[in-house]
């Protein structure tokens, strides 16, 4: 019945024998596949606009890398220890990839994450490396295929697409790669001309780690930390008394009573300041903050610390403590960088038994224009302040973040965000700010990830897309490629020192 | 005053005589124009991607067609009775169409439809294609128009352009051919090359068209029925009790109280499924679903069946209706199709005079987030369990339909529905969705249309922007071509077939 | 370590010495740079595309502008008298060019506008201008931009770039110019081919300026004031009951109670339509309205005149009032224009210092769905009614205006509007509405505009887009050039004209 040919073959594609749960034998192509990202992606295809953004492009694809934002912990640089396998490195500790791999039936034990309710060991890096490349094709058009594809590589050096029967000969191939010395994390900082990197922390970190990479004679990069108080501003869970005798321990400040917690929070972050921090990053489920007086922030603290609080009083501590630090941050001038919008862990189970960051938290609408008036009527004009907000709904990016960045001096727009990073979705957001506030009140790219190997090809992904971007407005004339030459360098070099005061 | 010219007559365009409340003459081009569909129609202007869409088209422009939601019905096929008329066939039915004429002032009696305020009989078929002749200016642009230039041209050979002067010969044209034995319901099910057909049916269906096709030797095509519980869950309107009591009859089974409605529902899911459904299909103010308890559930029946409940008892209590569908699809494996986010009869007056699904059921917003997540706590990872969820607002693709698809196995992603089934919706559905998700968590395409005669032009449409959109992302070297031609092809096979378990 | 070239020049670009807070040198090209809009900007580069585009654009390029909303006032045209200055003419009044500077640090003051908290004068204009013309590039990319080299170049003959070196010379020159009989209002008007222009007036103006133009021999234009009653309708405010006052005074008659309201309302309105007014215009936070009847509406006034009526009593009057507005609207046959969802005055110290419009109103979600269903239960096929429907936030163009639009006769789409009013924003709601609303239920371009020299930029950029728009659609052969032709020419002509009844 089926008259349908493949594009490429010209033989008659046979679906009828495949049964409909079997693995899309269309796309996991059999045998060797040559892996070749062109030189090219992501770059118009209409020939005056490809030539256009490759200029554009090669303006910037060497610019050292600035990354005011990730998950990259200090300790990998001081320590460079080799990394173990590709699995490792790769597929096992990057939810986005374990994320749709699970979608597709295939358990995280099996991707190496430990089954707390299961006391066998979750898979060995081989068969993890294998059911990745089993399943490569799943990632088509996605944005991980992209990265992925990049690391493999530019990074890494590989030539040949994953696949059932590359996988072995990869795994053998990159295991013993990367325990070269140019793949080491210090050689692979270097190689990849990153200028400053920020990690993320939280308040009770001793930085010890930072400390000891800036006293190092022989370590010539920046890693700064960034105040991540999320454990201590969030009231509603069990940890919060947990977090605020960690953070009394650390601070040596009795946080026992809300002056004292406040004092304790506000200590921390000179200690943070003391080893190079210029931001504070802030997860919450909205943008709201509440600024309550000192009476009412007391009773509503001992409230929730003595478990009589509703669950609203408890919110509305949280917003008040997430107001605090706007106040503090007017004053003591770290960046508050702001991610509202994503419900934590949609699905108990995996929560209960492979723990947070596995791949479901999922966005909720977003709504900036009420949230943060009472936060900006105080600090939106203050010189001293400074946000960066970020949201995981595209619907506030024309409708609230532009409207809010072209009026305030201290809001900038952070760069499109976790299920937002990707190449089409940094076109909406361009194609959806810039008519109103131009390209000066952006943040620029942040690359947000765990997976260090995953930084270059993150912010060439990002220059690519900018230089597509503008590149289509050189070539409709809205500017000229001089303007737009600049515009671009200004994005990936100058917009995220001056946003994240690095 | 007016210096402008037609861009392409060259001469003089002379709106100062025209009042502004005549129709817009310029865009009804007066005498005959002739009809000619473009083979490339939909497919990029930009040379390269053209080419690349050309082939991924030809490649599945014959696969057979998988129509795995529509409102077709099994007695359409199962009498084979002669189409009379195009209006009957073309206008009268589609409130598509019905709902833009009723937009420029064409009463819907004027359309065929019976005002039951009014004894006169509502306008004769030859009156009415003469109405949507006059008015077939009003279409440009819209997904209707593409539709049926297609139904016209290449179902049923009409070469000329509708309009006021070829209304009669084309009416005239028309119902001489439709009583053409090869354009017969069975010989064009033939002809479209239908795979699959489900059709969308009430618990209290016998079936028996669906049972005398599959009994009939001289049949050979596949329709299959689909569970449509609607009327039986919704426990806000009047005519629940009505439905309840037809169900008894219909089960055998007293559904007098709560558990007693389960069962009859459980038995004719069963009876569903003895006829070859695999699928069920629900409408619903939003997509949130309840878990109550045996004891409260039958309470709240009791309240409800009583009339003693208040609005929000009885939303409650649907919204439990549903809990158990999504309860009994993961035990009995029916893929449960979720349509939600609609205003259904926003006009009473035309309600009232014209009854349901007459052009004003309006879209509200969507959340799926939260609303899902205690069935997805509940069932997200249960193998047998799948459900394919449906939006009338874009902002869910990319916010929380793609990332609960992208991390829960049971979830599909349903095609554009509805408003936005239309070529650049769908394209942006694509480039809204993909990055997170990838293509292999669609469901594939649905024409979810009562005119059979659509079912070729919107399957086409749809294969039509898929490889517009797949030869943008291979022009642009995201994927390869040989990968873009199999994920094409699965998109118009394997997936429809995987998500409704065709 | 910086290995990036500037695009064009080929000569290293050193980033290295600026320090992070600088101004962006590579932004802001120093010397003189040619001021040279492109003869295609906004159309497509691909070639096909861009020939169609042009052949479309030149047939409207010339067609007498309609512009049917915006905030030019009659005394403009009645007193003829000469701009004095760019500043003037440009920056102080334009809220979308101070928002932004404001947004990188420019006090407002500094951009002439007064202080009120501050006894000194604010900045001249040659300082406003130079201080604008300092930071030109922080505009690149943006809607205003467009304009404003539109107006300079095409209005006012500049031929170079405003920059900090051009500033002085190009100050000098255009106060120069400005004097000249040629640049008067009137002359303007003329040499922009203006066919008709609506001001925007309260219910207590006599339209004395509207008058003196009707009865000067010397004038052939055509001049409409709209009625805009936002005043008299908001009870939230301060403001209402000085505003009751006004509207007692202006009509003579008692506004003391709710009777009395109400027909000084239609008293006024009659007022407005003996002067030409054919619509009125309203700005509310979202579309609901209220029907209460004659009892609890006077009940209401009274509690809300008294002060003794909650916040949600004196928002509930204000929805009854706007629905006094539509219910008029039915019998007086006024075009209703609905302009929702901004939150205005977001920061109160800058509303306080520098009154209201001074850039920080900011948008909202939006909802029509529900909002609109009491009012078109009610006039929504009532052929006398007719409402323009405008939004900020672009999620409402497919999801509810283009359903809403595609069956209601009463409701036509408003064109994008305030934020949205830019290139991109408008192709993205002509993607979004055009398939389910075609191009007939649109009220085509309106400039809203308290620049009279933007009025031709603004209206030229909506016909570039459009046909943009179109080139794209003939291209792919979704629709005939000659389609596309007479489709452009409505939009620009008679849409509006029927729209507004003008």
Known sequence: MDRGMAATSGTRYDHEHAGPLATPRGAAPAGRVPLTPHPDRLLPSEPS???????????????????PHGHVEARLLADDDAFTDPASLLVTPDHYVTRLLHAHG???????????ADDTDPAQPRDVWRTFC???????????????????????????QPSADTADELFDELTVRLRKPEFRPRALYDSFAIAALATTDDPTDDLSYHRALA????????????????????????????????????????????????????????????HGATATDHSAPDARMAFLDAVQAQRLFDAVRSGTASADDARLLSQQLLGEMARMSSEDGMVMALHTGSRRNHHPDTLRRFGPDTGHDIPLQ????????????????????????????????????????????????????????APRAMYRFRDAVTETAG???????????????????????????????????????????????????DLHDRQPRKAFRL
Request: with cysteine; proline share 5%; charged share 25%.
């Open 49 to 67: 606009q490809r030539c256009i953004a490759r200029r554009l492009y090669d303006s910037v694809r060497d610019l050292p890398l600035i990354s």
């Open 106 to 116: 295939v358990p995280l034990a099996d991707l190496g994450l430990r089954d707390s």
């Open 215 to 274: 006293e190092d004679p022989s370590w010539s990069g920046r890693v700064v930390p960034t105040f991540r108080p999320d454990r201590c501003l969030d009231a509603t869970g069990s940890g919060w008394t947990t977090a605020l005798d960690d953070l009394a321990a650390a601070s040596g400040i009795d946080t026992g009573d809300y002056d004292g917690l406040i004092r304790a929070l506000e200590n921390r972050r000179e200690h943070f300041r003391a």
């Open 439 to 489: 390209f000066y009140r952006n943040a620029g790219f942040i690359d947000d990830t765990r997976g260090f190997c995953s930084i270059p090809a993150r912010h060439d992904t990002a220059r690519r897309v900018d230089a597509a971007h503008l590149a289509g407005l050189v070539a409709e004339h809205v500017l000229s490629e001089d303007d737009a030459a600049l515009v671009i360098h």
């Open 134 to 160: 089993e399943h490569w094709h799943l990632f088509l058009g996605t944005a991980s295929r992209g990265w992925l594809e990049a690391e493999l590589h530019d990074v890494l050096g590989v030539t040949v």
């Open 366 to 421: 977003a709504e900036f224009t009420r949230a943060l008036q009472p936060m900006l009527e105080r600090f939106g004009t203050n010189p001293r302040f400074q946000t960066v907000l970020f949201t995981l709904d595209e619907t506030v990016f024309s409708r609230e973040l532009a409207p809010l960045a072209g009026f305030y001096p201290s809001v900038y727009l952070g760069a499109p965000w976790w299920f937002l990073d």
